[in-house]
């Protein structure tokens, strides 16, 4: 294969109780990347739109992604990367993961699947880390693996595809703020209290219960974050009024995507996440920060080719 052309979702991760444990990959949000092989034996970035990013192969992350898998197989052709970033990066909505996911899944497709989804994880997260400075996989999982994922262990790496219930959407708001990940992890230092975390660990359970049973309430009673939230959310203007809004207009729960800026509405079916991505961005408006709103369904796939 010599061209493949793909769609890298955006994702959401942490989802409340899973801090850095728990990401869902969105069906209708996400990036294009085309691949293609040269004749040399470099390796470089093309964007064809969206916002800047470095083009510099050791500083994109789908460079440093791309080379690690390469290096592995011990492959020395030349690949060009074309991004079209249509996820605005820091957008906290794992803008940087669909390009990490997306250059290690492509060139596995060109060169017949010689890895699984599975062991293609450590080198997406090989180049996920030029962007956030830690070695983190609640965005690429879900993005390379599709659905809703769990990262049961770091080290080794375990991580689980979860079952969900077909009808569950999101409505997602992305404030146009800038929030450095780096920054924003650093405000949680590295303990927590052990009532927060008994709470959050009943929730993460909870949480995983009500996915595979189809358990609406439990889901929700579960969208509770003891860990980041409470120390994350003062970075994110009208926070508690987006949330009321959403909890009031039927939100099964609301939160923080990733490190934000973007919050999101876990919601029961698409029409009504749209309806409740209006009340919550009826809330923010008054702010007069510019904003985007996204809807959409947990896509089971993750990063698919592009026909
Ligand atoms: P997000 O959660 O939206 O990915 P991050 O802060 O983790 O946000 O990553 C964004 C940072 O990564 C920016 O500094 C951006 O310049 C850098 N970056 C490097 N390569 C890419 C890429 N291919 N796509 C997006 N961001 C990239």
Redesign the pocket.
């Known amino acids: 294969m010599d061209m493949i052309r793909i769609f890298c979702p955006a994702t959401v991760s942490n989802l409340s109780c899973g801090f850095d444990v728990l990401g869902l990959a969105l069906e209708e949000v996400g990036d294009e990347m085309t691949i293609r092989r040269t004749s040399g034996s470099e390796l470089s970035i093309l964007q064809s739109e969206g916002p800047e990013?470095?083009l510099d192969p050791d500083?994109?992350?789908?460079g440093v992604a791309a080379r690690s898998l390469l290096d592995h197989l011990g492959i020395q052709d030349g690949f060009a990367i074309e991004?079209a970033?249509r996820?605005k990066?820091?957008?906290?909505?794992?803008?940087?993961?669909a390009?990490a996911a997306g250059a290690v899944w492509g060139l596995n497709q060109m060169l017949g699947t010689p890895l699984s989804n599975q062991e293609l994880l450590t080198h997406a997260m090989t180049g996920e880390a030029?962007?956030?400075n830690a070695w983190h996989a609640d965005?690429v999982a879900p993005c390379l693996l599709g659905g809703f994922v769990l990262i049961r262990s770091y080290d080794p790496l375990d991580v689980i595809q979860l079952s969900f219930p077909k009808d569950l959407a999101l409505a997602i708001i992305h404030p146009h703020l800038e929030i450095?990940?780096a920054e924003s992890r650093a405000r949680l230092g590295d303990k927590i209290l052990l009532k927060n975390a008994v709470a959050q660990w009943g929730n993460l359970g909870g949480l995983i219960s009500g996915l595979a049973s189809g358990d609406h309430g439990l889901i929700s009673r579960s969208l509770e974050d003891h860990v980041a939230e409470p120390l994350r959310k003062h970075q994110i203007p009208r926070f508690d009024a987006m949330k009321s809004a959403a909890i009031e207009a039927g939100a099964l729960g609301f939160g923080i995507s990733?490190s934000g800026p973007s919050v999101y509405a876990l919601c029961k079916g698409l029409d009504p996440a749209k309806e409740i991505g209006r009340h919550i961005a009826h809330s923010f408006e008054p702010q007069g920060i510019p904003f985007d709103l996204y809807c959409s369904r947990i896509h089971p796939e993750g990063i698919r080719i592009i026909p």
């Open positions: 990013i470095p500083q994109n992350v789908a991004i970033k996820i990066p820091g957008s906290g909505i794992g803008s940087s993961a390009s030029v962007a956030s965005n450095k990940t990733g």
